[in-house]
């Protein structure tokens, strides 16, 4: 069900920084900790969290735009 929809999709995110610890090794750290920053900003409250916020608020509404139906996609 949904709930476990929900930590499924938390444990992969989980899985990424993981990877990145476990997979980066003669990687310069400058670009180690790069990645970590735009993996956690495309998930986190500007990214992923912010669509998902925003599909949830608008979930039933016959009064969706163009823009609002972007914004959920392009973060999600």
Request: aromatic share 4%; charged share 20%; with cysteine.
């Amino acid at each position: 069900g949904e709930d476990i929809a929900v930590l499924a999709g938390d444990a992969l995110l989980a899985f990424a920084f993981e990877h990145i610890a476990t997979a980066t090794e003669g990687v310069e750290m400058s670009r180690v900790l790069r990645a970590i920053s735009v993996l956690s900003k495309a998930v986190g409250s500007q990214g992923l969290a912010a669509g998902q916020v925003v599909d949830i608020c608008l979930a039933g509404s016959q009064e969706v735009g163009l823009e609002q139906l972007e914004f959920i996609h392009v973060h999600k």
